[in-house]
């Protein structure tokens, strides 16, 4: 390995804000320790080698599946709709998968970006494990953009946004972005289950180490079934959270607050 262990801590400290612990295993493969972690508690494998190109790799070493295949039958990613799941989350999140494993080529000074890509990559297609609650997503989503055109014109807000000021946009979607106010942008994200609470902490996260300033209010379907301490790490992030898609009042008062 002909990277540095010193100098890529420093570069990664310097780039996540000392939010991830860099391990070099006897190997020579470098372990990254996020604070992400699957249900049972085992946080994401996420390994750094050199590329046979000369660049660096992010790779999960196939560690990924075998961790759904604990609980879950592997083979059905593979198949049918999930398949095609699998197929966009891999092709949306700009990751490649051979052999079992998801993987990210990047360069030290691109580190943080192809993390955050490979974290993304991994929570979706772990979410797929839980791919009966596409409907009941689709049905919240839906509900929260009927609330939000109760209280304002269409025009007040934008769904789906992208910052286009920011690399790979397309990988940071903004649920609602509310714009034409004197203050800073506001973005409001719905949040269903642990798999959303997470990629909506990634995408803050990058927000902020890439110096964007904004605003934030969090919308929970029902904040009790989500884990305490993924709610934690949220929380570190955002702005506003309401508690369930129910308190009604509690997002019109957050709202005008932000936006009065």
């Known amino acids: 390995m002909t990277v540095d262990f010193n100098n890529l801590q420093s570069s990664i400290r310097k780039s996540l804000s000392d939010t991830v612990e860099v391990h070099q295993r006897e190997d020579g493969i470098f372990m990254l320790d996020t604070s992400f972690a699957f249900p049972d508690g085992d946080h994401y494998p996420i390994y750094l080698r050199e590329a046979n190109s000369g660049n660096l790799e992010l790779s999960d070493l196939g560690q990924t599946l075998m961790h759904i295949s604990y609980e879950n039958d592997v ?56 791919f009966g609650q596409v409907q009941r997503t689709s049905d919240f989503n839906k509900e929260l953009r009927e609330i939000l055109c109760r209280k304002f014109d269409e025009d007040r807000f934008t769904e789906g946004y992208l910052i286009n000021e920011l690399d790979s946009a397309e990988h940071y979607p903004v649920d609602f972005c509310f714009n034409g106010t004197n203050r800073d942008p506001l973005f409001l994200y719905g ?16 927000f902020r180490i890439n110096g964007l300033q904004f605003d934030s209010i969090i919308v929970f379907e029902d904040q009790l079934e989500i884990p305490n301490s993924d709610i934690a790490r949220l929380e570190t992030v955002s702005g506003t959270t309401v508690s369930s898609l129910a308190a009604e009042r509690e997002l019109e008062q957050a709202l005008q607050v932000h936006l009065d």
């Open 75 to 130: 083979d059905a990613l593979y198949r049918g709709r999930r398949a095609t799941h699998r197929e966009q989350i891999v092709s949306q999140c700009d990751v490649r998968e051979k052999n079992g494993q998801f993987f990210v080529e990047t360069t030290l000074d691109q580190i943080a970006e192809a993390l955050f890509r490979l974290v993304q990559a991994i929570t979706k297609i772990y979410g797929l494990t839980e």
């Open 191 to 206: 949040v269903h289950n642990q798999a959303k609470t997470r990629l909506t902490t990634i995408s803050l996260s990058h």
